[in-house]
């Protein structure tokens, strides 16, 4: 992953759509109160499910198993700045890249002050419920994508 600085990622923050609040609670920090890295991946897992919904994807207990099986395939993060307990961050999600059967979704968490805490970018695969395979991603769900990004999404899978 070539690296990138925190001036690059604050001026990518005008692509993002959506976003979401957090506040860290205790169980997500180690013993001198730092969010543990793990973390940031299950901040980024809900905020992706919220960008999602946002979208217009149905949200319920089929959605990432039979209404549009989607499984996370790569994820790459850079780290800029700690939070710490207590601290509320805000959770950006947008999709760069939609393909045949991938999608890329990235995430930028800033603290409340507007600094930059991580970047992630994720790539997930929309998988065929019969053998698990990689399949196309189906119009409807590609359309609501698209409708949410417009030129700011790059579409190789049409």
């Excluded at 001036?7 to 205790?26: A, D, R, T």
């Excluded at 994807?57 to 989607?70: V, W």
């Excluded at 930028?108 to 805490?117: F, R, V």
């Excluded at 053998?131 to 899978?157: C, H, V």
Aim: aromatic letters at 14%; one cysteine or more.
């Amino acid at each position: 992953m070539k690296k990138i600085t925190e001036e690059e990622v604050q001026k990518e923050l005008k692509l993002f759509k959506h976003s979401i609040m957090g506040q860290v609670k205790f169980h997500e920090v180690d013993s001198f109160g730092v969010v543990h890295n793990i973390q940031y991946f299950y901040f980024c897992e809900w905020a992706r499910t919220k960008y999602l919904e946002f979208c217009g994807i149905k949200f319920d207990h089929t959605t990432f198993t039979t209404s549009n099986p989607l499984m996370t395939v790569y994820h790459e993060m850079n780290y800029f700045n700690p939070l710490l307990l207590s601290y509320e961050y805000e959770v950006f999600t947008r999709t760069s890249h939609i393909g045949n059967s991938s999608i890329t979704i990235e995430n930028i968490i800033t603290d409340l002050d507007g600094k930059i805490i991580i970047k992630l970018k994720s790539i997930l695969v929309y998988l065929s419920t019969n053998d698990y395979k990689p399949t196309r991603i189906p119009d409807e769900f590609r359309n609501l994508i698209l409708q949410m990004e417009g030129n700011d999404l790059i579409s190789s899978g049409e």
